[in-house]
């Protein structure tokens, strides 16, 4: 075998390596564009805990309501997070302090799972997942899903809960 | 914490494939080169070891696609690769040292792959959600603690090379210090995901650093005091390195407090110092680190870093080097005969696909919504990571040399059993992490009946 057949498998093996190693990092460009970050720990309550949820991530809205009181995001106005806001999805939005909820909550009064948006005929619905310090439409405490439209406040423990078009 | 998640989460299966079948190609052309130098004519185990590769990988890779859908794509490519050029490595070694194929190392390691394949294949099989391990928190330590202490029974205990980390069960020799690595992350993220709210929220503030309490200091004692045990009845300064690392660096990502850090590194160079003065096998690591060519020592170190400075920049090409004169070429100093055949160039592609791997772990640790699950996932990770640098550290003169094995690259069959476990355990979490959330949200969540919580910190 001549020795420059054998150069060349040599450095074409190095070549062929790097080759693999630029097409993994070519592979986790993915990673760098298109995600959402979500942050849990709101340090400071000012500024909108979710980054990316405005203008770069595609989400999926719901469909414009023929009511033109239907709510189609969350805006949180007290509590730890103030400023975060959130589109409602119709599959449901489920809220409280467990990390697997759409709005994870940091707030000691809140439960778990505490309460759950979702939509139904046309219409809004948020009811009370069995929390502890309960949910409350106004000043009203949910027993049931109770009916809410644009503009309706809930309170969660100290996080007050505005729904707006 | 954060979480990342993708908007349009993709399988990227066939990525995946594709990266396959080229790591796989590499792996037949890394093999065809050493046959080419060696003899000049194409290797005769060719056959057995390419296809025994794919056959192992695409068996794996299908498993993936009807068990685990949206895993990690880069995982599997990447591990199959440093497991394949590590066959080749060894192969090389066993033509160097006059064995023949069917009594080489080589085709034993293949054997040890297929198995590790295997058990890594029950793995995912077997355990549907990773958070079902948080159930056996406290089984984890007790089998971990368990296992580190195996080699120490008599009987069952074998001292090989001066470290008494071996048992033997027959014919058959296993270190169980691996093994334990995996069951300990287990463990730790379990026992820290409960405690971490008591660990990094009380304290008291010391010049911009907050220092826990006095009884909070519990478990990072326990654990140092477990290390050194190690370090000192089992004479393995690897183990006892990396484990202790690992406590510490998933104490870090629990609490957030770099206060640990700074707590652990103290602890660590302390109990460091204190083995230095007292144990004649850490003084001669010591001093075999600060001055590898004195004479009246083992020139393992030396040969190693004569054989890298033989490699230059692009290497001697497989085959064409003299990686078996150093001692343990195939095992812990596999990394030096890759320095020497493939050179600066080669190596620092092996470091990066290290580095690629470690990284795809941490990125399962951010995307994943449980606290369990990114504990597991950034333990598991840092595990792998804390490995390569004791190693490579070790035979860069970084820091002393220690007995660890390099990830999937280096000849053995426990490391290999539980690296590929490992990587199962991280393709598992991935698979949760990158799913839709539609998708898992289908059913009650484990913790979904959890109510308002309060913090206990006694």
Known sequence: MSELTLTIIRLGLLVLLWIFVFSVVGVLRGDLYGTR?????????????????????????????????APRTLVVTGGALTGTSLPLREAGTVIGRNPECALVLDDDFASGRHARIFHRDNAWFVEDLGSTN???????????????????????????????? | MTTVSSVAPRTRRNVELV???????????????????????????????????????????????????????????????????GLVMIHRLDIAEGRDITEGLALRQLTWSALAVAIAAVVLWFLRDHRMLRRYTFTAAVVGFGLLI????????????????????????????????????????????????????????????????????GPIIVAWVLSLLVLVFEKDLGSSLLLFGLFVSMLYVATER????????TLFCAGAYVAYLAFGHVQARVHLWL??????????????????????????GLGRGRPDLTYFA??????????????????????????????????????????????????????????????????TRVIPLTGLTMPFLSYGGSSLLANWSLVALLLRISDVARRPVEEVRTGPSPSGEAKTEVVAIR
């Not at chain 2, 290797?43 to 895993?71: C, Q």
């Not at chain 2, 770099?258 to 590194?265: H, K, N, Q």
């Open chain 1, 37 to 69: 970050v979500v942050s849990r720990t709101a340090r400071k309550p000012a500024p909108a805990a979710r980054r990316g949820d405005g203008q770069g991530a595609p989400q999926k809205r719901p469909k414009r309501q023929p009511h033109s009181t």
């Open chain 2, 150 to 217: 195996l080699p120490l029974l008599p009987g069952i205990g074998r001292t090989v090379n001066g470290s008494r980390i071996w048992i033997g069960l027959g014919p058959f020799t296993f270190q169980p210090g691996e093994v334990a690595k995996i069951v300990l992350a287990v463990f730790f993220a379990g026992y820290l995901v409960q405690t971490r709210d008591a660990l990094s929220l009380a304290g008291r503030k010391v010049l911009g650093f907050t220092f826990p309490r006095g009884r909070d200091l």
């Open chain 2, 330 to 395: 195939e095992s812990d100093f596999i990394f030096p005969s890759f320095g020497e055949e493939l050179g600066l160039v080669g190596l620092f592609a092996l470091l990066v696909l290290y580095v690629l791997l470690v990284e795809r772990g941490l990125r399962t640790a951010l995307g994943v919504r449980d606290g369990f699950g990114k504990l597991l996932a950034s333990g598991l990770a840092f595990s792998v990571a804390l490995q390569c640098f004791v190693v490579v550290g070790g035979v």
């Open chain 2, 19 to 85: 990266l396959l079948l080229l790591a796989v190609a590499i792996v037949v052309l890394a093999y065809v080169n050493v046959g080419l130098s060696v003899s000049g004519a194409f290797p005769p185990g060719l056959v057995t070891h390419g296809t025994g590769l794919l056959a192992i990988s695409l068996a794996f890779h299908l498993l993936l696609r009807w068990k685990a859908a949206y895993a990690d794509p880069l995982l599997l490519p990447i591990v199959t690769l440093l497991n394949g050029l």
């Open chain 1, 134 to 165: 309960g949910t409350f439409v106004g000043t009203e405490r949910l027993t049931g899903p109770v009916r809410v439209e644009a503009g309706s406040t809930l309170r969660i423990g100290k996080t007050v809960i505005e729904l707006r078009r």
């Open chain 2, 291 to 316: 001055d590898p060519f004195a004479p009246d020592q083992s020139d393992q170190v030396a040969k190693g870093l004569m054989g890298m400075a033989a490699g230059g920049l692009l290497g001697t």
């Open chain 2, 258 to 265: 770099t206060s640990w850090i700074a707590i652990g590194m």
